[in-house]
Nanobody
Framework: EVQLVESGGGLVQAGGSLRLSCKGSGFSFDDYAIGWFRQAPGREREWVSC????????HYVDSVKGRFTMSRDNAKNTVYLQMNSLTPEDTAVYYC???????????????????????WGKGTLVTVSS
């Protein structure tokens, strides 16, 4: 069974850090780009970042550039999202998702119904207090 499982969420104070993990199983993990998305209370799902499987390039939404960093350990079928300098605006359920080979970067901040990934995790909650 194909699975993506996020972990590492929790409660932190503004200015703090968390590292999220996304572990895949049941598919050829290293052939897939892995993206991070988040959904804040009352809002639509937002694209955050992506790590391409082809060239290793990473991409980030402007609001997290310089604060969030993706890394990848294909031997462990795991992708990480290091989140620093967190703010309350980062509070959300964070999801990882996989798509074949390369990152499809949404043209808008919030993904639309026509934006699809091949596999999705169930999310991990990040809460940043002020």
């Amino acid at each position: 069974e194909v699975q993506l499982v996020e972990s590492g969420g929790g409660l932190v104070q503004a200015g703090g850090s968390l590292r999220l993990s996304c572990k895949g199983s049941g598919f050829s993990f290293d052939d897939y780009a892995i993206g991070w998305f988040r959904q804040a209370p009352g809002r639509e799902r937002e694209w955050v970042s992506c790590f391409s499987s082809i060239n290793g390039n990473t991409h980030y939404v402007d609001s997290v550039k310089g604060r969030f960093t993706m890394s990848r350990d294909n031997a462990k079928n795991t992708v990480y999202l290091q989140m620093n300098s967190l703010t309350p605006e980062d509070t959300a359920v964070y999801y990882c998702a996989a798509e074949w080979q390369s990152c499809t970067i949404p043209v808008a901040r919030y993904i639309t119904e026509d934006y699809t990934m091949d596999y999705w995790g169930k999310g991990t909650l990040v809460t940043v207090s002020s």
